[in-house]
């Protein structure tokens, strides 16, 4: 097994639910913005690296704490709004979502 980030997970599942919820709150959908928002999100977040399955368990059962939640949501929603005002994707090239 490798090593694994769990916070990586909870950023990627808040992302794509919060995305589902309101597309508009990104303005562009490519993969280059969420990749993006996913590590500006993630180098703002202390990581929780696991090696083990039972570490990625309790990982994930601390991730599913409601203060960790909105803690991982608010820099989520950060991120999205410093991508929105300066993405780094080509502006010329076709966007396929
Ligand atoms: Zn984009």
Do not use: W
């Not at 769990?6 to 990749?35: F, G, K, S």
């Not at 399955?53 to 608010?74: C, I, M, N, Y």
């Amino acid at each position: 097994m490798i090593v694994h980030n769990c916070v990586l997970d909870e950023i990627n599942r808040q992302l794509q639910t919060y995305l589902a919820q309101e597309p508009e709150a990104l303005a562009c959908p490519c993969q280059q913005c969420r990749n993006d928002i996913i590590a500006l999100a993630a180098n703002r977040l202390p990581a929780r690296y696991t090696a083990s399955t039972e570490g990625r368990l309790l990982a994930g059962f601390e991730l599913q704490s409601k203060q960790v939640q909105l803690d991982v949501f608010k820099v989520i929603i950060q991120a999205t709004r410093q991508v929105n005002s300066a993405p780094r994707h080509d502006p010329h090239r076709q966007i396929t979502p």
